[in-house]
């Protein structure tokens, strides 16, 4: 069972543009949420994350959101440039490195 | 400063051959898993160890094995491969920070034909 879910498989986005990437979850004991930039032939990199007893996180171009009550949240990239055009996991954990759980990616193009 | 290191990179196999992926770290971190990467699916846990001499399963387990004797390395054992393990494999060690950050080697290729 998929407990993480990223529903779009990609994403194309004009550089300067906002780049908002979304994702579900089903699991209500999941209480850290973390997002994962991902280059070809490279590993997964940890790019941003947030804990549940926040809404938000900021670090620089990139904001993520929570909605609980939704079991959503979304990563936001402004503005976005040609160089954050990757893939991106949203993953989700209960606090335990054994049980973080991913989403299937986005695959985000971000065109000059 | 290497990080996590996994070899080889690509690998092709026969089914019913074994092979061993290799995964070092020089991080000095308790925590070290393996994933496999498949189209649709994300990253998917296989086998995990908290610290040398403890191991233990994860969404994944199947056809595989895992072994902790040291702190630095962490191997995955395929003992007779089969095509549905095609895929790409990640070892993952655990940050100290204590917010669930990983940090990934490069990635094994292994073909299983």
């Known amino acids: 069972d998929q407990q993480v879910k990223q529903n779009s498989p990609s994403l194309s986005v004009q550089e300067g543009r906002i780049s908002i990437l979304n994702c579900d979850y089903t699991?209500?004991?999941?209480?850290?949420f973390l997002w994962y930039k991902k280059y070809p032939a490279e590993g997964p990199t940890f790019l941003i994350s947030?804990?549940?007893?926040?809404d938000k996180n900021e670090d620089g171009r990139f904001t993520v959101f929570l909605n609980k009550s939704a079991k959503h949240l979304s990563l936001h990239i402004v503005p976005s440039q040609p160089g954050d055009s990757a893939v991106y996991f949203c993953?989700?954990?209960?606090?335990?490195?054994?049980?973080?759980?991913f989403g299937a990616g986005t695959r985000l193009t971000v065109k000059p | 400063n290497a990080g996590v290191t996994q070899t080889p990179k690509f690998q092709v196999l026969k089914t019913g051959q074994s092979m061993t992926l290799q995964c070092a770290q020089d991080m000095n971190h308790e925590y070290m898993s393996w994933y496999r990467q498949d189209p649709g699916m994300g990253l998917r846990l296989i086998h995990y160890?908290?610290?040398?001499?403890?191991?233990d399963q994860g969404e994944v387990p199947n056809g595989y094995n895992v072994s902790r004797s040291t702190t630095e390395d962490f191997p995955l054992r395929l003992l007779s491969a089969a095509p549905s393990q095609t895929s790409v494999y990640f070892c993952?060690?655990?940050?100290?920070?204590?917010?669930?950050?990983?940090?990934f080697g490069e990635g094994s290729r292994l073909t299983v034909l």
């Open positions: 993953a989700a954990t209960d606090g335990n490195n054994n049980d973080m759980r």
């Open positions: 947030i804990s549940s007893i926040k």
């Open positions: 160890s908290v610290g040398a001499g403890i191991t």
């Open positions: 993952a060690v655990a940050g100290g920070a204590g917010d669930g950050e990983l940090f």
């Open positions: 699991n209500s004991m999941f209480d850290y």
